[in-house]
């Protein structure tokens, strides 16, 4: 949780990350909504690794779309290159996949999303989506949540 609660996010944002956590339902929802609307039947999801667990419940709540994650994108690449290995080769391909993507659902004020919107902008591509652009329901918008490894 510590990427996810520095001083850099307002008190607002910081209880919709939290709503999301408690039910990443919201955002599965929200998600699901993007993609069927443009039509997209595969995405590929990229976070810190510490993160996979929560991808991993997103990912089972997401009907009809081929997921992919890091794991799956670097053993597909590893074939290609003799070595990927170091976690910044690894975040420049994601990154390079998020730039060429037909759309690039963003976090923000993450710098690894706003490097790969800032690419996309100045390229032309205009598909792209703030993710957590949504209002979060009354009754989980006060989470209590303890602990967070996030």
């Not at 703030?130 to 490894?149: A, G, M, R, T, V």
Request: net charge negative.
């Amino acid at each position: 949780m510590e990427d996810w609660s520095d001083g850099r996010k307002s008190e607002k944002l910081m209880s919709k990350l939290l709503s999301i956590r408690k039910n990443p339902k919201v955002l599965a929802d929200f998600i699901q909504e993007a993609l069927d609307k443009r039509n997209i039947s595969r995405m590929v999801m990229f976070s810190p690794p510490n993160d996979s667990d929560f991808l991993e419940e997103l990912r089972a709540l997401i009907k009809n779309i081929k997921i992919y994650t890091e794991k799956e994108i670097v053993k597909l690449f590893k074939n290609d290159f003799d070595r990927i290995d170091a976690d910044s080769e690894i975040s420049l391909l994601e990154q390079e996949i998020c730039f060429l993507s037909d759309f690039f659902l963003y976090s923000e004020p993450s710098t690894w999303s706003t490097n790969v919107l800032l690419e996309r902008i100045i390229d032309g591509k205009s598909d792209q989506m703030y993710n957590l652009n949504f209002e979060i329901n009354e009754d989980i918008e006060n989470p209590e949540l303890s602990e967070c490894e996030y």
